[in-house]
């Protein structure tokens, strides 16, 4: 059974359902992200876990127990908060202390406890420290190590890199990987950053709307987005509308405007005459200047519209003369120059039945 | 440099009308007041001659030794400091609460509330003392009330105005605004975010309060407390209309002595140990004020 159930949960702000009918279980141990785009219900789901806000429909439980009603203070779940919230009137220490205080921990256990903590969050010798004191990736870890203190069933963090620079934001999240790995609490992890959220968890629910589109490992997320909405919030995504025009062998032809038949290896059956969306990572797309060798599955011609040279690849917008636009993203390391082509280059973009796959409206 | 002078005569330009104010109405007045209480009174009132027939410079502690010497001036002094310190504690429990509820009430309502508190201003202040002698005299409803319950419990009359009780309800009335208005401005920046926390952490309602508000808004209740307690000290027009002979607070004791006894070293003497006392007690919760605030020892305060 998961540890952390949401049974159908649902949260309405007047006209605005904020949060539909939600339903996510997460496994003892797991670091789960909610990841979608701001205003998704991300936040408020999070917000009704930690018992700060209370559910219009449905139930939220632990370990079998139903939280729905029970007061935050009384949840054996902490929060980490996007600013931070430390207590600034208290050192670290006095911060880290204040959750074993609350739960009255016998005063002689308290100092080996925040050594503990602190020892976990690499912050030895800033007990003394006021929060003014630190720096923002220092009050990140202050406010990690005071919600790990007692020792947790579930972790909440709510955006908790969004306020540090981009540097020190791919630090702490190494160390939250490892933090993670050695405490073995479950995280629930919220974020409106893909990257971060493919880099940090063990599974990804995408939200969009107060639904959830997906949930699924990483790579799956990246690799086979269900929906639409999922493979162009997750990443850069081609895709292509059109009806179906056959499907044979296992490859379905669609046909697509300003672009021609499209040729996609079979992932269900999907009848001719209905309309299909495939996606189609860009990296996946071989881009050159010469015909292709032999006859591959698709195959286009196009001119470089557009460039975005990123230093370590370079992402190519391809026109086709029918008008219809292709992404490609090529590593520029192979090229032997800075890139390999200039906008205005003719172009010959290609790639295999199996790069594709459809996804729902 | 050119420059340099144009910026030391635009600082001039600010600063000089302020300090000129200060120097001329404060620091001139209070060095004739040092002076003065170190003179001898005239004979029909005000000051003797600086120089005396003999030729002699007339300078004495007399008023000094006279002020620690007799106690009744001492257990004058405790009283009004007594007075005021209670009534800073009154207004402290009163404008809390009060300051609280405006701080969190919706933003909108926030500037009605705070004009409320201030709308007693805008009356003249012996007019309101005035209103507080009919709204505590013997014929108005609040003393036959409180007579009423009394008498059935088997107790006798006791008059609510010209006393004790009628002084400091007044003194609370007139000084709650000064302490609902710094303790409105320290609430209503406190960071909702660090009670979500607290309560995550497992603080209930009475431990955010003691843990988290109170200590965050001991700023605010220390400007509070010295904008109170100061005037507090220092009033006698309270006392004087309000009052009954038992009531005589420092204040009066001031007023007495410049317009009634006319000796004017002594009243002197008075005014420059109260200015004295308040100035330490205001210096001694500033200090007490720092040390809460910022130093380790605030965590062990809090928590005893």
């Known amino acids: 059974m998961a540890l952390l159930e949401i049974r159908n949960v649902t949260r309405r702000f007047g006209d605005f359902t904020a949060v539909d009918g939600v339903s996510v279980a997460i496994e003892a141990g797991e670091f789960f992200t909610l990841l979608g785009p701001s205003g998704c219900g991300k936040t408020t789901l999070l917000r009704m876990v930690a018992g700060f806000d209370l559910p219009d429909g449905g139930g939220i439980f632990l370990d079998g127990t139903d939280l729905t009603d029970r007061p935050p203070e009384a949840r054996p779940v902490r929060t980490v908060f996007q600013s931070y919230a430390l207590f600034p009137h208290m050192t670290v220490e006095g911060n880290v202390a204040f959750p074993l205080e609350m739960a009255k921990t016998p005063s002689r256990e308290i100092p080996a406890k925040i050594a503990a903590a602190l020892e976990d969050v690499r912050l030895t010798g800033f007990g003394k420290r006021y929060p003014h004191e630190l720096s923002g990736g220092q009050k990140q870890r202050v406010a990690i190590a005071r919600a790990l203190v007692t020792h947790p069933t579930v972790l909440l963090l709510d955006e908790p890199l969004a306020a540090l620079d981009a540097k020190l934001r791919e630090e702490m999240q190494i160390e939250l990987i490892n933090l993670q790995k050695e405490v073995g609490i479950t995280f629930v992890y919220v974020t409106h950053d893909q990257t971060e959220a493919l880099a940090l968890s063990h599974r990804i629910a995408v939200m969009n709307k107060g639904k959830v589109e997906q949930v699924d490992e990483p790579s799956r997320i990246y690799g086979f987005p269900r929906s639409r909405f999922v493979a162009d919030f997750i990443g850069h995504c081609n895709l292509f509308s059109g009806p179906v025009i056959a499907n044979e062998g296992g490859v379905v032809t669609v046909d697509v405007k300003g672009l021609g038949p499209v040729r996609v290896a079979a992932t269900s059956a999907i009848a001719p005459g209905r309309s299909a969306t495939v996606a189609l990572r860009p990296e996946k797309i071989r881009i050159e200047a010469v015909a292709p060798d032999g006859t591959p599955d698709n195959h286009y011609r196009g001119t470089v519209a557009e460039l975005l040279y990123m230093g370590d690849v370079t992402v190519y917008r391809v026109h086709t003369a029918g008008g219809q636009r292709i992404e490609a993203l090529l590593a520029n390391s192979a090229a032997g120059r800075a890139k390999f082509f200039e906008v205005g280059d003719a172009v010959e973009t290609s790639w295999p039945v199996a790069a594709g796959h459809f996804v729902e409206e | ?304």
């Open chain 2, 1 to 304: 440099m050119p420059a340099g002078r144009e910026g030391r005569w635009g600082r001039w330009f600010v600063i000089g009308p302020p300090l000129l104010y200060l120097v001329v109405l404060f620091a001139i007045p209070t060095l004739i007041m040092v002076l003065a209480s170190f003179r001898t009174p005239g004979e029909f009132g005000g000051l003797a001659p600086l120089v005396d027939e003999s030729g002699k410079l007339d300078l004495n502690l007399d008023s000094y030794i006279r002020f620690f010497t007799e106690s009744v001036y001492a257990a004058v002094f405790l009283k009004s400091i007594i007075y005021a310190l209670v009534t800073t504690l009154l207004c402290l429990l009163i404008a809390y609460p009060l300051a609280a509820l405006i701080a969190q009430s919706p933003k909108k309502y926030r500037d009605l509330l705070l004009l409320l508190v201030i709308l007693p201003f805008w009356s003249n202040f012996l007019i309101r003392i005035y209103a507080w002698m009919i709204l505590l005299g013997p014929q108005a409803a609040l003393a036959r009330g409180v007579n009423g319950l009394l008498a059935l419990v088997g107790l006798g009359p006791v008059p609510l105005l010209f006393s004790s009780f009628a002084v400091l309800i007044c003194l609370v009335y007139v000084h709650l605004p000064f302490m609902v208005l710094p303790l409105y401005a320290n609430l209503e920046k406190h960071d909702r975010a660090l009670l979500d926390a607290a309560q995550d952490l497992g603080a209930g309602t009475w431990q955010r309060f003691w843990r988290i508000t109170f200590p965050l808004s001991l700023p605010g209740v220390y400007a509070g407390a010295a904008l109170v307690f100061i005037p507090a000290l220092g009033i006698f027009a309270i006392p004087d209309i309000l009052g009954g002979p038992e009531d005589t607070l420092i204040g009066n004791l001031i007023k007495q002595q410049f317009l009634e006894t006319r000796d004017w070293p002594f009243g002197s003497v008075l005014s420059i140990v109260l200015t004295l006392s308040a100035l330490a007690l205001a210096g001694l919760a500033a200090w007490v004020g720092r040390r809460n605030l910022g130093t380790p020892s605030s965590r062990e305060e809090a928590r005893a």
